[in-house]
């Protein structure tokens, strides 16, 4: 089984920056599409920000501008570099890896991921 391991979360004063990391196991991170999602309480869970395999980065709106996602294959390791924190942003963050798929769902879609973290939680505080 795959395992995807988040770290970094904390907390943070509104407009300070936090940057997550995601750890993939396995020979194929390369392969992976990656993505972040964020679930705060009583609110569904949220696309944040994906890359892709080629490094193509797509972002939420509500983060477009703020939040910066890169990757370094060799160190099977996805980055989120979160700045200027809003109260808003607080959640738990999810980490997600998806095989490479005959027809994709979409990479802003949960079910296009095959293998997720057990999330970290991200608190920003006003």
């Known amino acids: 089984q795959v395992q995807v391991v988040e770290s970094g979360g904390g907390l943070v004063q509104a407009g300070g920056s936090l940057r997550l990391s995601c750890t993939v196991s396995?020979?194929?991170?390369?392969?992976?599409?990656m993505g972040w999602f964020r679930q705060a309480p009583g609110k569904e869970r949220e696309f944040v920000s994906a890359i892709n395999w080629s490094s193509r980065t797509y972002y939420a709106e509500s983060v477009k501008g703020r939040f910066t996602s890169s990757r370094d294959n060799a160190k099977n390791t996805v980055y989120l570099q979160m700045s200027s924190l809003k109260p808003e942003d607080t959640a738990v963050y999810y980490c997600?890896?998806?095989?490479?798929?005959?027809?994709?769902?979409?990479?802003?879609?949960?079910?296009?991921?095959?293998?997720w973290g057990q999330g970290t939680q991200v608190t920003v505080s006003s």
């Open positions: 997600a890896a998806g095989r490479r798929k005959y027809s994709s769902i979409g990479y802003d879609t949960e079910n296009e991921y095959d293998y």
């Open positions: 396995g020979r194929t991170f390369s392969m992976y599409l």
